[in-house]
């Protein structure tokens, strides 16, 4: 499966939405996560990510493992986003701030 990653957190850029063939993006208040239940590894959504936040769940980078879990747990609860959206407003300013797992909005 493909996990979204912190970089995310704050962005919710969601051009990776827009060509998932499953539909398999959830959306929380700042942040999409992937139903690893649905995913069917195309990797279509990887480059289209401005943030470059997803990553194939073996490829996760060791600071980001947290996350492989955490797209599992709030995929169970968070609904579908099928179509993309406009980003959060300070999206480039928050592209690449370190540390934005305790922004996670639930
Ligand atoms: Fe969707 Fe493919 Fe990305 Fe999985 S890898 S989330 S199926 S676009
Ligand atoms: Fe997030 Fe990147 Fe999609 S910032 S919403 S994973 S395009």
Redesign the pocket.
């Known amino acids: 499966t493909y996990v979204?990653t912190e970089?995310?957190i704050k962005?919710?850029?969601?051009?990776?939405?827009d060509v998932c063939p499953v539909d398999c993006?959830r959306e929380g208040p700042n942040?999409?996560v992937i139903d690893p239940a649905e995913c069917i590894d195309c990797t279509l959504?990887v480059p289209?990510?401005?943030?470059e936040?997803?990553f194939a769940e073996d490829d996760v980078p060791d600071t980001q493992k947290a996350f492989i879990a955490l797209n599992a747990e709030l995929a169970k609860t968070w609904p579908a986003l099928t179509e993309r959206k406009p980003a959060l407003p300070d999206a480039d300013d928050q592209n690449g701030v370190p540390d934005k797992l305790k922004d996670l909005l639930r």
């Not at 962005?11 to 939405?17: A, F, G, L, P, R």
């Open positions: 979204v970089n995310c962005c919710k850029y969601t051009d990776c939405v993006f942040m999409l959504c289209e990510c401005p943030a936040a997803i």
